[in-house]
């Protein structure tokens, strides 16, 4: 419904322009201070005619929007298209005295005969003329709308492109992670393995069938870091000490799906192995006005650590999101101080 509102707002600018031009010989003219019936006919007479030489405007004005400006001005040049309304403007002055003939001189010579005076050549040229500099900025105007409106739905249509492409990035990198993490489990606690893929089951059910929405409530995608921290705990064990700290606000709020899970994975990626004493703690805390999350978690003292080729995948998708959706509402701050690495996020709600 909101769309063929919006469809309908040019035809009802039109509709009221033209019903306000058409209204303005009327509004206009001056009292005709006389009780005399000939004189107040050809005052009426008068009135006529500015009336109907103002709606003979409404041809004159869209050749020029919508010929001769479109297809003559902007693809043939200036020359030709003030040849042609050099043409057209005294075809319009040719209406205006045939109309002072139709309406108001057969009328007078009916009446009174002789002595009728017509009307001012230079003020018809004036109006015409303020007909052509309306039509051109009128057209000048609404190409320019109808391009940036072009524009803008090209680049959200690449903006979808691009997020659609981002998040199906994540549940192959996320993968990725948990069958690593589970092959590394089968070597060392064989026994636990049936617990974690009954964990994964779960992660990949949310995964499949709770983010094809655009956002997804808080609360559930606190449950589904729950769920892999809880996955995590059982791979790893007393090893590493995790802490997730979480507090939600009393009004639901809702989130891009799946747009924390990578700095949870980047934390239990690299704050483990070669670290003494890891641990991992997560915070999420949401209220009225802004989201935050922050992850804090050791690092390897020893540099020449090597990577793999997906290491840095999730964050710099994560990253690209948040460009993406929230351009002018969030914050992201990645500090790493000696064993220590950090990452605050802040997203404020609109």
């Given at each position: ?26 509004w206009m003219r001056p009292s005709p201070n006389t009780t005399d019936p000939q004189a107040l006919q ?309």
């Open positions: 419904m909101p769309n063929k509102i919006f469809r309908f707002k040019p035809i009802l600018l039109h509709v009221i322009f033209w019903a306000c031009f058409l209204a303005l010989p009327y050809r005052y009426n007479s008068w009135t006529f005619f500015f009336i109907a030489f103002a709606f003979s405007n409404i041809p004159f004005f869209y050749l020029n929007t919508e010929i001769l400006i479109p297809k003559i001005l902007k693809k043939k040049g200036i020359i030709l298209y003030l040849v042609l309304l050099s043409i057209a403007i005294p075809g319009m002055i040719w209406v205006y005295y045939e109309l002072q003939e139709l309406i108001i001189i057969s009328e007078h010579v009916k009446g009174r005969g002789n002595g009728f005076r017509r009307g001012p050549f230079m003020g018809t040229i004036f109006q015409l003329l303020f007909i052509v500099a309306i039509g051109v900025s009128y057209r000048f105007l609404s190409d320019n709308l109808k391009e940036k409106e072009i524009q803008k739905e090209e680049e959200n249509e690449r903006l979808k492109s691009e997020l659609s492409f981002l998040r199906s990035q994540i549940s192959p990198h996320f993968m990725f992670n948990v069958l690593n993490s589970i092959v590394s489990l089968s070597r060392r606690k064989p026994e636990m393995v049936e617990s974690v893929v009954v964990k994964l089951s779960e992660l990949m059910r949310y995964m499949i069938y709770e983010t094809t929405d655009a956002k997804v409530a808080i609360s559930k995608e606190m449950v589904y870091l729950e769920n892999y921290i809880e996955l995590q705990k059982i791979r790893f064990g007393n090893d590493i000490e995790i802490t997730f700290n979480h507090k939600l606000a009393d009004t639901p709020n809702s989130i891009e799906p799946m747009l924390l899970i990578p700095f949870v994975e980047n934390a239990f990626k690299h704050g483990v192995g070669m670290v003494l004493n890891p641990f991992i703690e997560i915070t999420l805390l949401d209220d009225r006005e802004k989201l935050y999350f922050g992850v804090r978690n050791k690092v390897s003292s020893q540099k020449s650590e090597k990577k793999d080729d997906s290491s840095g995948i999730g964050l710099t998708n994560v990253k690209r999101r948040l460009e993406l959706l929230y351009p002018n509402e969030h914050q992201l701050k990645i500090t790493e101080e000696g064993e220590f690495y950090q990452i605050e996020l802040e997203i404020q709600h609109v």
